[in-house]
């Protein structure tokens, strides 16, 4: 997605004509050129100032260095003949040449100093310019949370004042998209397209072919975001031409890299590296280091679909340089992660795992960051209606004041009357408000304990990895390196085998569970419900827990009357089985005994898993029964470690077959888990 920078009159900017973007600055060059000879005092008129702020805007992404010269030029002359205007599009000028430049506070402070001068002077088209410049800048600096104030601001503005004038129209177009980029961004896309598509709506009532344009580009972005790849080309074949037509070679540059992006995602590869390099070939005529990294990125990830891995890692690693001159994380994620995926096809395992570290950093950093800025964007949502709604409040206020004064003069009943209406209007719109503003608060409040609580479960989840999983891999590894290395013999190895043997099985086991919930959690849980006969499988969970059973010389009991059929999902009801067996087993001490019992109910079958352990206290049973996901690492009665991945698991597989789970436990005295599941009748 790319953002639109509102720098220069509506009229220079927008309206279609048959010369070309390089034909402009050609021109305007020529122009200037021979107004230099005039003197100072000659020069201190608004034509010649206009005629160098649009010589400035030709020049963005070709020459930083015309971009600072000609603006500070721009603004001398400006302020020495104090026209308004003239300094307004310098300042934003020279507040582009900083952000190009990195240097964001110090661009949004120039941009603060221009939208004073816009407000000053009462222009509503420079004000509203203003406005999706600053939201744009903070944007680039990674603050949301005042991006979105801004966009919201000028939003608010427009729409009470569009009206006045096409431009002010074209201006909260811009708004608009701006804003639905920066919601992208968070991944909201939904809502991104909901304002993409209110500002295409402008663009097609004023008729602004260049702003169509670029919204479609834009709009295409997404939708490869949302896989929508058909509908995404469709729209981009659209905007090329109209870039074409009118010479903006670096909104072409974008239109053809998202267009290639498409292919690749379409794994139309030919078509897609012949795309790239038009674009290519565009870029090396414009500075949009942003742009050009994805770009890179894109060519290299189509030579390594074409199995060209030297290419590949040239542009991948090309673009990586880049992404970490300008510390965008996102890009630098991507980067490491194409280089990863290539170094990997080409058996360099040493290259793709440095650089996947480099990806799982970067991911990982940003997937907070991501979170923080989601809220910060909510957050500047909920302030700007509250203080909206305190302007109405304000408002309504002030008018019950005029129109109680206009009613004084006509007599004390009437007086008295319209007093008690007006307070009682007040009061009644007030509390309105309020109660309004409650429930965006506690909207708010719910989302960010949501966040939390997400961001709380992935770092629980990668624990699990990193204790219950590194470890015995590691131990088994090392034994592998000794017997390797001829430090231990053959016989003493065997000894280790056993041990090894049950942490192979953990590992497999805990491994399961994991993939198991991880893909519950990012494509839900699909059940597909069949005939199933209980009892054969808990025989089956039998067989597979014997041995373990076995070594603490506990009986199991298979109580499950014959002809027990039930109409759930034949796997989810085994990993049932399996991982409350299991549970039952690790905290059972040794010559105990478990009972799976099975009672026929109306509608149900009522199942029992008994144990005679150790009990679970009732503090603990309210948690494992929550709706929150509840991660516990217990260690059973010979030590046996757990990490209560298999108990969320189970909990969440009964619920999917229409079940419900209880537990009735006493302490040393043994636990009985129950779960219904629906009877099929045999």
Excluded at 25 to 46: G, P, V
Excluded at 280 to 303: F, M
Excluded at 374 to 390: L, R, T, V, W
Excluded at 551 to 560: A, E, F, M
Aim: proline content about 1%.
């Amino acid at each position: 997605m790319k953002f639109k920078l509102l720098l220069i009159p509506i009229c220079l900017l927008f309206c279609p004509n048959s010369y070309g973007q390089e034909q402009k600055k050609d021109s305007l060059a020529k122009r200037i050129a021979q107004q230099k000879h005039r003197s100072i005092e000659e020069k201190r008129d608004t034509a010649y100032i206009n005629l160098l702020n649009r010589y400035v805007v030709a020049n963005f992404y070709i020459s930083n260095d015309t971009i600072k010269f000609y603006s500070e030029e721009s603004l001398k002359l400006s302020k020495s003949i104090h026209y308004t205007r003239g300094e307004v599009e310098a300042l934003i000028n020279l507040a582009f040449y900083e952000s190009e430049l990195g240097n964001y506070t110090e661009a949004i402070s120039i941009a603060q100093k221009s939208l004073a001068k816009a407000l000053n002077s009462n222009n509503l088209e420079q004000t509203l310019m203003c406005y999706c410049n600053i939201a744009t800048f903070y944007e680039y600096s990674g603050d949301i949370k005042n991006s979105v104030e801004f966009s919201l601001k000028g939003i608010s503005l427009g729409e009470h004042n569009g009206h006045k004038s096409k431009d002010a129209k074209l201006y909260l177009s811009l708004l608009y998209e701006n804003l639905g980029i920066t919601y992208g961004m968070q991944r909201e896309y939904k809502k991104a397209l909901e304002f993409l598509y209110k500002a295409q709506k402008i663009n097609i009532e004023t008729k602004n072919t260049l702003s169509e344009g670029q919204t479609l580009s834009n709009i295409a972005s997404f939708q490869l975001k949302t896989r929508e790849f058909e509908k995404g080309l469709k729209n981009i074949d659209k905007s090329i031409p109209i870039f074409k037509e009118l010479g903006y070679d670096d909104w072409l540059a974008y239109a053809l890299k998202v267009k290639g992006q498409l292919y690749v995602e379409m794994n139309k590869y030919e078509p897609a590296l012949d795309i790239f390099m038009q674009s290519l070939s565009l870029y090396e005529k414009v500075e949009d280091k942003r742009e050009k990294i994805s770009l890179l990125n894109g060519i290299a990830r189509t030579y390594s679909g074409m199995q060209e891995y030297d290419l590949a890692k040239l542009y991948a690693e090309e673009a990586l340089v880049i992404a970490k001159e300008l510390n965008s994380f996102e890009d630098i994620k991507e980067c490491s992660q194409t280089l990863s995926v290539i170094y990997k096809k080409t058996k360099d395992f040493e290259k793709a795992l440095q650089y996947h570290e480099q990806f799982k950093k970067y991911n990982d950093s940003i997937f907070n960051h991501e979170n923080t800025k989601s809220i910060a964007a909510h957050e500047a949502q909920m302030d700007f209606i509250e203080k909206e709604n305190e302007l109405i409040l304000k408002n309504e206020k002030e008018l019950n004041k005029q129109e109680l004064f206009i009613y004084l003069s006509t007599g004390g009943v009437l007086i008295l009357l319209t007093v008690l209406f007006f307070t009682q209007r007040s009061r009644k719109l007030e509390r309105k408000l309020n109660g309004l503003l409650a429930n965006k608060n506690y909207d708010l409040k719910k989302r960010e304990q949501e966040l939390q609580e997400l961001n709380e479960t992935k770092n629980k989840f990668f624990s699990i990895i990193a204790h219950d999983l590194r470890a015995p891999i590691a131990s088994l590894n090392s034994l592998i390196d000794l017997l390797k290395d001829n430090q231990i013999s053959p016989n003493d190895f065997m000894q280790f085998a056993p041990k090894l043997s049950e942490q192979v099985k953990s590992i497999s086991f805990t491994l399961n569970n994991l993939l198991v919930w991880g893909q519950a959690q990012m494509k839900g849980a699909i059940s597909r419900p069949s005939k199933v006969d209980i009892k054969h499988e808990v025989a089956e969970t039998m067989l597979l827990l014997k041995e373990l059973a076995h070594k603490k010389n506990i009986d199991i009991y298979n109580k499950v009357p014959d002809k027990a059929f039930a109409y759930v999902d034949r796997d989810q009801v085994q990993l049932i089985f399996r991982n409350l067996v299991n549970n039952a087993i690790k905290f059972t001490a040794e010559s105990g005994f478990i009972e799976i019992i099975g009672t026929e109910l109306k509608n149900h079958w009522q199942i029992e898993i008994k144990d005679s352990g150790i009990g679970i206290a009732q503090e603990v049973i309210d948690n494992i029964l929550s709706d929150k996901t509840h991660f516990s690492s217990t260690y059973g009665t010979h030590n046996e470690k757990g990490t209560g991945l298999g108990l969320n698991l189970c909990k969440e597989m009964i619920k999917k077959n229409h079940g419900e789970l209880w537990i009735v436990s006493k302490i040393n005295e043994g636990t009985s888990f129950f779960f219904t599941l629906p009877k099929m009748e045999g």
